[in-house]
């Protein structure tokens, strides 16, 4: 009529062993696909983000963490860039700010001569 502690206990006593492995592999199957779904593909992000914005280069079109689309006339440093937003407004904007880099621009010129010497 009443169960008794000792009844009890021969019902579930000896899987002590598989009683761990049935609870603590779902909690690691969860924390495999958590891992797999969201946080190595935000990790290649953030990675892919910091390669472009630490490549940023004059003419590249850059849009803020602020929302301003501007192009990059001049990269003064390694931490800032001074991008123009429109028509002669140019500010400096720091590196870290950047959340994404639209267009290449073009490439870094290696010879020291300017345009006007080329012209004469």
Same mark, same amino acid.
């Given at each position: 009529?009443?169960?008794? %502690?000792?009844?009890?206990? +021969?019902? /579930? +006593?000896?899987?002590?062993?598989?009683?761990?492995?049935?609870?603590?592999?779902? &909690?690691?199957?969860?924390?495999?696909?958590?891992?797999?779904?969201? @946080?190595?593909?935000?990790?290649?992000?953030?990675?892919? &983000?910091?390669?472009?914005? /630490?490549?940023?280069?004059? +003419?590249?079109?850059?849009?803020?963490? +602020?929302?301003?689309?501007?192009?990059?006339?001049?990269?003064?440093?390694?931490?800032?860039? @001074?991008?123009?937003?429109?028509?002669?407004?140019?500010?400096?904007?720091?590196? /870290?700010? &950047?959340?994404?880099?639209?267009?290449?621009?073009?490439?870094?010129?290696?010879?020291?001569?300017?345009? %006007?010497?080329?012209?004469?």
């Amino acid at each position: 009529m009443f169960n008794t %502690s000792a009844s009890a206990q +021969g019902a /579930s +006593g000896g899987g002590g062993i598989m009683d761990v492995f049935s609870t603590v592999f779902p &909690l690691v199957a969860i924390f495999g696909i958590f891992y797999f779904i969201v @946080l190595r593909p935000q990790q290649q992000r953030m990675k892919a &983000l910091a390669q472009m914005v /630490s490549a940023v280069r004059r +003419g590249d079109t850059v849009v803020t963490a +602020g929302g301003l689309v501007g192009k990059v006339t001049k990269v003064v440093d390694d931490n800032e860039v @001074l991008v123009e937003v429109a028509d002669g407004v140019r500010v400096r904007v720091i590196k /870290s700010t &950047l959340a994404e880099v639209r267009t290449k621009g073009e490439p870094a010129t290696t010879d020291t001569k300017s345009k %006007s010497d080329d012209d004469k």
